[in-house]
């Protein structure tokens, strides 16, 4: 692969060289009891977030090369969701699965499967990278989230975009947001393939979030439904996200 110098890699050697730990292993609960984790991450994320605002709203991620894919892409967080009624879907070949936009909308919206596959798609080759210390490129293919958001129609006061996800840790719902500008970015996706081939469970099936200047964390699976609104107060601990309330990681995690 040819090194291309980037704002993403010089953001995410800054993060990694002030929280070696995030290279010591790859057990998420283990990084938790880590405070120089956290508030690397914290410092860093913020810090990107003000590079890319500066660069504009639509700043792009790297893309890569088909001969540049990693032959292997692991998977992340959990790999099947414990709830029998997604287990049902999936082994329906979720014919029956819909993803739901509501919240601060005009319109809200339901959407099949078969109804997003059929939409206007993006395929890109990005780069995933964990804060446990891993890296990965992949295929991505899906319909932009902000065509989805056109649909529906976030009305004045809407500032966040909250992905709610099928699985859980230990009982607690798993979801993450993002706000209105990154949900409205040409690289933001919910993708139904990868690698040219339908989105395998382990990866997020049907439908998985693909926010490619966040680190991998913000790259929720199994989204269910997309609810719009103006704080992210109430929602989990207010955090905006699983990791974020549980571990306390940076919410934008920008690199």
Known sequence: MVFRPTR????????????PLALTGCDVFGLAQSQGVSDALGSAGGLARRAQRLLGADALAPEFEAAEMSPVFRTNGNTMP????YQALAGG????????????????????????MAMPS???????????GWSAI????????????????PRP????VVFHCADDFDGSPYYESIDLP?????????????NGAPLAIGHGAPLRLRVERQLGYKQAKYVM???????LAGIGAGKGGYWEDAIGYDWYAGI
Do not use: K, N
Request: proline letters at 3%.
């Open 8 to 19: 993403r890699g010089f953001l995410t050697g800054a993060l990694v060289g002030g929280a």
């Open 82 to 85: 414990s709830s029998a009624a």
């Open 93 to 116: 070949g979720f014919a029956g699965w819909s993803l739901v936009i509501d919240g601060l909308v005009e319109r809200p919206a339901r959407f099949s499967l078969t109804e997003i």
């Open 122 to 132: 993006r395929t890109q080759i990005t780069r995933h990278d964990c804060v446990e």
């Open 138 to 153: 992949g295929q991505w293919t899906g319909v932009p989230l902000g065509r989805l958001l056109d649909e529906a129609g």
């Open 157 to 160: 006061a809407a500032r966040y």
């Open 182 to 194: 990154e949900a409205r970015h040409p690289q933001t996706i919910l993708a139904y393939a990868m």
């Open 225 to 231: 439904r997309v609810e719009v609104v103006a704080s």
